[in-house]
């Protein structure tokens, strides 16, 4: 968590923001909090979990808490709706008023997904993404096309997996079935 250390513009009276405990004590309140606030498409998973929360300061008043958010895929729905419920959390645990800012770049990808978010996933019965690779060790992301292969099934791990569908229940997801136990699987698409 990182404190909005820049000086309130042209406030000549706000004192340069040091570094202060009750700042501190309230971003990591609102961290714990985000922790419990879940995505809506996969209620799996916490927003802390999907690695969609990037950041949390206090404005330079220190009024107002800002939650900066990275949205998962461009145009997902679930957008509004997690900015609402997190708003809401953070509201209903006393650290509001907060505002969310949605930071578009750089992109989210499902490497940002918690090692926990995935065994989640797996318990879940959704087949985690595959990594993609870091961004900045391959900027034309060649690695992706390895990423689309068979994701083993969640329920039993077998290898043997063959796709029935490009979309599952959101456009975020994949429809698999596994050859092995034949119970057909979610996969979360590696972006
Ligand atoms: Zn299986």
Redesign the pocket.
Known sequence: MIHDLRPADGSPGSPDAAPDTAADTRCARAWAVLADVLDPEVPALSVRDLGIVRDVQTSADGLSLEIVLTPTYSGCPATEVIERSVLDAIEAAGLGPATVRLQRSPAWTTDWISDDGRRKLRAYGIAPPGRCGTVTESPIRLVRRQAVDSPN?P??D?PRTERLSAFGSTACKSLWR?L??R?PFEHFKPI
């Open positions: 099934c329920r039993c077998s596994c092995a136990c119970e």
